[in-house]
């Protein structure tokens, strides 16, 4: 991992912190950025959005698909774990939290918020970060492609009706038509974008300069995207956080505990599924990290950029890093629990 990826939490809170001072000493800032909106989606925040996660589907290869019915182990703990335990395990977490343990500290409409921003993430498992962490773990590169690849087909068919599903039990009032448009605008569009450019840059240059050179172009869009991003976000949460700062610690707290229980129930059911430490580790990280870039393209969306939905979103970006470069420490040091093979 480059150094500037590896500390990815500290460029995290020095752009919560430009916000917030931006949002409190230069309100004319996100004032005028907040007229520049269409259907609740904020038009400057949408662009970065693009930036961070058009460059994550240029990497994904959807070819290798062909390859899972030859090892479908790995593939079954990922989906079972990604899809049918971690939304339901995320809503539970965050609703005993937000709703009995911190019931004296966050107002009731404030923690439906709270609880909507991590069902989003809940239902959000990671599709590009997680190849780092396979890297860091020295998991087979091939493998953890055709399980992105698998959860990424997954989410465009069950991220809406989870998330629906889920808020809906919690008393969220969800417009279909604006959940939709979300997944559209911020999976569906850039998938195929990424698809066609994918093909169109290989058919005319070959895959050895798409992958050594094309995609290198884009190393430091995402990043990029995520903190501008953020910048703008704090610059409308800043208000709120000033009145609650007792909060970012709160909602860390069942997203925290999420994260390590969803690897661990992973893993775990891979070391019993007697798969190589290769397959088992990505398989680990996927459902454990979150695709963080949909889940605050959504709550903004859904909820504003100023509501606690899009701000539990955030935090959940700012604690991530430290809690998967954790788990990796982990994994390597656990490598004798599998056969090698």
Same mark, same amino acid.
């Given at each position: 991992m480059k150094s500037f990826e590896k500390y990815l939490t500290l460029w995290v809170l020095l752009c919560i912190i430009a916000g917030i001072a931006i949002g409190k000493f230069l309100p004319?800032?996100?004032e005028t950025l907040s007229k520049f909106e269409y259907a609740n989606v904020?038009?400057?925040?949408?662009?970065?959005?693009?930036?961070?996660?058009?460059?994550m589907m240029l990497k994904v290869d959807f070819q290798s698909i062909k390859t899972v019915g030859k090892r479908p182990k790995g593939?079954?703990?990922? /989906?079972?774990?990604?899809?049918?335990?971690?939304?339901?395990?995320?809503?539970?977490?965050?609703?005993?939290?937000?709703?009995?343990?911190?019931?004296?500290?966050?107002?009731?409409?404030?923690?439906?918020?709270?609880?909507a921003g991590a069902v989003l993430l809940g239902a959000a498992p990671c599709t590009a970060m997680v190849f780092v962490w396979s890297y860091l773990t020295?998991?087979?590169?091939?493998?953890?492609?055709?399980?992105?690849?698998?959860?990424?087909?997954?989410?465009?068919?069950?991220?809406?009706?989870?998330?629906?599903?889920?808020l809906g039990v919690s008393g969220v009032q969800i417009p279909w038509d604006t959940l939709l448009l979300s997944v559209v605008m911020f999976v569906v569009i850039p998938l195929f974008s990424a698809i066609f450019t994918r093909i169109l840059i290989i058919k005319k240059r070959g895959i050895h300069y798409f992958n050594d050179v094309f995609v290198k172009k884009f190393n430091y869009f995402t990043i990029g995207g995520l903190l501008?991003?953020?910048?703008?976000?704090?610059?409308?949460?800043g208000e709120l956080i000033l009145q609650n700062p007792l909060h970012i610690f709160l909602i860390a707290i069942p997203l925290s505990i999420q994260t390590f229980l969803i690897f661990?129930?992973?893993y775990f059911w891979a070391k019993v599924a007697k798969l190589p430490h290769n397959i088992a580790a990505p398989a680990g990280m996927i459902g454990a990290s979150n695709f963080f870039e949909l889940s605050v393209a959504v709550a903004?969306?859904?909820?504003?950029?100023? /509501?606690?939905?899009?701000?539990?979103?955030?935090?959940?970006?700012?604690?991530?890093?430290?809690?998967?470069?954790?788990?990796?420490?982990?994994?390597n040091k656990t490598t004798a629990w599998f056969p090698i093979k």
């Amino acid at each position: 991992m480059k150094s500037f990826e590896k500390y990815l939490t500290l460029w995290v809170l020095l752009c919560i912190i430009a916000g917030i001072a931006i949002g409190k000493f230069l309100p004319i800032i996100p004032e005028t950025l907040s007229k520049f909106e269409y259907a609740n989606v904020s038009i400057p925040v949408a662009l970065l959005i693009w930036f961070m996660i058009y460059p994550m589907m240029l990497k994904v290869d959807f070819q290798s698909i062909k390859t899972v019915g030859k090892r479908p182990k790995g593939i079954i703990i990922t /989906s079972v774990t990604n899809w049918l335990i971690k939304p339901f395990t995320m809503f539970g977490l965050a609703w005993l939290f937000f709703f009995v343990i911190f019931k004296t500290l966050i107002p009731t409409d404030l923690a439906k918020e709270y609880l909507a921003g991590a069902v989003l993430l809940g239902a959000a498992p990671c599709t590009a970060m997680v190849f780092v962490w396979s890297y860091l773990t020295k998991g087979d590169a091939a493998y953890t492609l055709v399980q992105v690849a698998v959860n990424d087909l997954i989410i465009l068919i069950a991220f809406a009706p989870i998330v629906a599903f889920l808020l809906g039990v919690s008393g969220v009032q969800i417009p279909w038509d604006t959940l939709l448009l979300s997944v559209v605008m911020f999976v569906v569009i850039p998938l195929f974008s990424a698809i066609f450019t994918r093909i169109l840059i290989i058919k005319k240059r070959g895959i050895h300069y798409f992958n050594d050179v094309f995609v290198k172009k884009f190393n430091y869009f995402t990043i990029g995207g995520l903190l501008f991003t953020l910048v703008i976000l704090f610059s409308f949460q800043g208000e709120l956080i000033l009145q609650n700062p007792l909060h970012i610690f709160l909602i860390a707290i069942p997203l925290s505990i999420q994260t390590f229980l969803i690897f661990f129930i992973a893993y775990f059911w891979a070391k019993v599924a007697k798969l190589p430490h290769n397959i088992a580790a990505p398989a680990g990280m996927i459902g454990a990290s979150n695709f963080f870039e949909l889940s605050v393209a959504v709550a903004i969306s859904l909820f504003g950029l100023q /509501s606690g939905a899009a701000l539990a979103t955030v935090v959940g970006v700012l604690v991530e890093v430290p809690l998967m470069l954790t788990l990796v420490k982990i994994a390597n040091k656990t490598t004798a629990w599998f056969p090698i093979k």
